[in-house]
């Protein structure tokens, strides 16, 4: 019912930005938080950065000062700009949505849906 899909991943080198978009589709009614994770090679998944659907937003401290969080909330869709790049930032990097939405009978569910990902690689 409610799907997301990445945009914006790629190859950089360190000291370069790259922008990461995800945009929501579905029968949603309501936002509670979009926000992007990242899992790296023998790693686990961790949290990036979120953003709720009044604009709270909450980073890792690994990003703080270099990645900023934004959404548009009339196109479902969640923004990350990716400054000042690491190699350490290398992963996929997956976007998440919390939302309520009409479930397959008509009513109304709270869901939790992941995206496919999309690799960011920061390399000289």
């Known amino acids: 019912q409610v799907q997301v899909v990445e945009s914006g991943g790629g190859l950089v080198q360190p000291g370069e930005s790259l922008r990461l978009a995800c945009a929501a589709s579905?029968?949603?009614?309501?936002?509670?938080?979009m926000g992007w994770y990242r899992q790296a090679p023998g790693n686990q998944r961790e949290l990036v950065a979120t953003?709720?659907?009044?604009?709270?937003?909450n980073y890792a401290d690994s990003v703080k000062g270099r990645f900023s969080i934004s959404m548009d909330n009339t196109k479902h869709t969640v923004y990350l700009q990716m400054n000042s790049l690491k190699p350490g930032d290398t992963a996929v990097y997956y976007c998440?949505?919390?939302?309520?939405?009409?479930?397959?009978?008509?009513?109304?569910?709270?869901?939790?849906?992941w995206g496919q990902g999309t690799q960011v690689t920061v390399s000289s």
């Open positions: 998440n949505l919390e939302a309520e939405n009409f479930g397959p009978r008509g009513g109304k569910v709270d869901s939790i849906t």
């Open positions: 953003i709720s659907g009044s604009g709270h937003t």
């Open positions: 579905g029968r949603i009614i309501s936002i509670y938080n």
